[in-house]
């Protein structure tokens, strides 16, 4: 018997009962939706991963400034500013670091005439550009004589530029940060989002020394709330980090049993977590995809037996006008696996649909590859096979005589 | 070499059920030539079904030799027999026997398509052969739409359709009323007449009976009577109205006690 003869009666036999096939196949719909959306799951996050660590800029660990324990009692982190401008200059010394910028946060109203936002401000040094790969769209970033001279001058992100001049330029123009005038010197061109969960579109770039002069009070002359420290590459940051641990420990006077006043931010870190995440995800999603296909294939192979017992005195009929016992088989077996990659089918689909509807939030890619179609697709089709097997086989055993008398 | 084109020799069958033996053929001996129409007769557990299963390749005999077309089908496996079947016996049943969810061109056309001849030409000849049984304007419809007359003459298109050498009709008529079963019996002489097609025909009927030439009477398992058909029938007349006479005699007489 030709294959397309027999795709084309497991059509008939599917239609015959269409409400029952489909509640047949549901178990496999869910079961290969669930596989696809795993792997569609496992990729987004890793890509989505990549994607933050590229705009945070690569390699970077965040030095913060932490409550010094001072005989056992804990003080409110910031209270005590145990970073100076001088350890950062010393991280930056070290030889396993590429380079390092101190940095002062604050929020401030930004306004231009009757315009006004209220955003994240960070005094740092020109390194800062350079480590945290921040890219001028117009003008100049801040320079080493912007901080040595307290310069009034600020960077504008992207967005914090649109909304204060719309299409304007926005270079040479004053702007108030907390009622103090600064000229605007440069745009970025980065988006998305920055170490501290901000929007980096929003921020604005002052010098340090300006910052610490006009914008915030700091606990001494000299403090910085972080280090933002680069190195060599993906391999070094570890070592990088105990270097600096050792270096601050030092410089801090810390005594070998005390904890560290300071605390280390490994970006990487996150990606680790991240990705350890994606994988406790897919391994859930996984299973109950497993458990999904194995609930839905033995659905599939109690649904055939009925069909085979229903379809007794068919199967008779065909037997005595010619079907061989592997006619037969592969009669149910087929019916079995075109039951099983339909489904298949409906659930990849179904996944597809959903994961448009991720994407859509635009929070979050999730894209339904071909190798996650083809590994469902097959899958499916081994379900069938395997659960399939049995009552095709029941079938071929049937003797003709029997079959006939069956009512 | 010219041999029978059936030919059974101390064919015996036993059923069992919970190793009790019982047996149903008793050694039958049969021979039948290719243009024959013969016509196998018997009340109900004279062995009669189970001599059509075996004639159909359906059923094996426990002892004995079966050769049908020359093959030799006690040797025979599962799918040989199968192969045996779809080359040279038509069946047409007492039910009909069609498969419900399928064109009636598609169920004349199956015998083909287990044949392995391809889909297309297995159709073409299936809508030919539903013609000669004038059904051709009805390939298209589903079984459960046609009368059972119809549906009967679907069955023998399909019987025909892949040139068997021989034809085996169980109660053709079994299903179906007076008129209808005259013009089924018609296709089925006709048949025998005209083309030399080979044609068994199991029934109980004596008028249905009376269209084949030969007659095969079973008795407990065993021939009563291999002869000419209205030799037969008229011996069967015989006894029948002697049985009745005996049972009314019976009756009179208890009445009388």
Same mark, same amino acid.
């Given at each position: ?233 993906? #391999?070094?940051?570890? &070592? ?9 420990? &030092? ?7 005390? #904890? &560290? &006043? ?102 979050? #890619? ?40 069956? #009512? | ?60 005999? =426990? ?14 496996? @599962? ?8 080359? =040279? ?89 007076? @008129? ?36 095969? @009477? ?40």
């Amino acid at each position: 018997m030709k294959f397309t003869q027999l795709l084309a009666e497991s059509a008939g036999a599917m239609l015959a009962n269409p409400l029952r096939t489909l509640l047949t196949m549901l178990g496999i719909i869910i079961g290969i939706a669930s596989v696809v959306l795993m792997l569609a799951v496992g990729d987004g996050i890793k890509a989505f991963i990549d994607k933050q660590l590229a705009v945070l800029g690569s390699n970077l660990v965040l030095v913060q400034a932490d409550m010094r324990k001072s005989a056992g009692a804990r003080l409110r982190t910031g209270t005590v500013q145990t970073l100076t401008l001088d350890d950062a200059e010393a991280v930056n010394r070290l030889p396993s670091v590429v380079g390092a910028a101190p940095m002062l946060t604050m929020f401030s109203q930004i306004s231009v005439g009757n315009d006004n936002s209220n955003t994240q401000v960070q005094g740092t040094t020109p390194a800062s550009f350079r480590i945290r790969n921040l890219r001028m769209a117009k003008g100049s970033p801040i320079t080493e004589v912007d901080v040595a001279s307290v310069a009034r001058v600020a960077v504008l992100g992207k967005k914090t530029a649109e909304q204060l001049f719309y299409k304007a330029d926005p270079i040479g123009q004053t702007i108030r940060i907390d009622n103090q005038s600064f000229q605007v010197t440069g745009v970025l061109d980065n988006e998305g989002q920055s170490f501290d969960a901000g929007d980096i579109g929003e921020i604005v770039i002052v010098p340090i020394s300006t910052a610490r002069v006009s914008l915030i009070r700091t606990a001494s002359p000299r403090s910085v709330q972080y280090v933002v420290a680069q190195s060599k590459s993906a #391999e070094s940051v570890n &070592d990088m980090v105990v270097d600096i641990k050792e270096l601050l420990r &030092d410089r801090h006077r810390i005594r070998a049993d005390d #904890e &560290d &006043d300071f605390r280390v931010v490994n970006f990487g870190e996150f990606a680790k977590s991240g990705a350890a995440i994606a994988t406790g995800l897919s391994v859930a999603l996984g299973f109950i995809g497993a458990i999904s296909l194995v609930v839905g294939g033995i659905g599939i192979m109690n649904i055939m037996l009925v069909s085979v017992t229903e379809r007794t005195r068919e199967i008779g009929i065909r037997m005595a006008i010619g079907a061989r016992p592997s006619d037969v088989l592969w009669q149910f077996l087929i019916e079995a696996v075109a039951i099983c990659v339909v489904s298949g089918l409906i659930g990849i689909a179904l996944s597809a649909a959903l994961a448009a509807a991720v994407s859509s939030s635009g929070k979050f #890619e999730l894209v339904v590859g071909v190798k996650a179609i083809l590994i469902a697709t097959l899958f499916s089709g081994a379900v069938g096979v395997f659960f399939g097997f049995y009552p095709a086989r029941r079938a071929s055993k049937l003797q003709p005589v029997e079959c006939l008398r069956y #009512e | 070499m010219t041999t029978a084109l059936v030919e059974l020799r101390d064919v015996r069958k036993s059923y069992f059920s919970n190793r009790i033996e019982t047996p149903v053929l008793h050694g039958i001996n049969l021979a039948m030539q290719r243009g024959e129409f013969v016509a196998i007769m018997g009340q109900s557990g004279s062995g009669k079904s189970t001599l059509m299963n075996v004639l159909g390749c359906l059923d094996t005999p =426990t002892s004995g030799s079966y050769s049908l077309a020359g093959e030799d089908v006690g040797s025979l496996s @599962r799918a040989a027999l199968a192969g045996l079947r779809n080359r =040279t016996i038509g069946f047409v049943f007492q039910s009909f026997n069609l498969l419900k969810r399928m064109s009636i061109l598609d169920n004349v056309a199956l015998p083909l398509i287990y044949a392995g001849v391809n889909r297309k030409q297995a159709r073409e000849r299936a809508q030919h052969q539903l013609a000669r049984v004038g059904l051709g304007e009805l390939a298209r419809r589903q079984p459960n739409q046609l009368s059972g007359g119809q549906q009967q003459r679907v069955a023998i298109a399909r019987a025909l359709v892949a040139d068997p050498p021989l034809i085996l009709a169980d109660e053709p008529t079994g299903n179906l009323d007076t @008129r209808t079963s005259a013009d089924i019996m018609a296709v089925l002489t006709e048949l025998n007449r005209d083309r030399g097609q080979s044609i068994i025909l199991v029934t109980h009927e004596p008028d249905i009976a009376a269209f084949a030439r030969r007659l095969v @009477r079973l008795k407990d398992g065993l021939v009563l009577y291999d002869g000419p058909a209205r030799e037969g029938l008229r011996e069967l007349a015989q006894e029948e109205a002697v049985n009745l006479a005996g049972s009314l005699s019976t009756a009179t007489t208890e009445e009388q006690a």
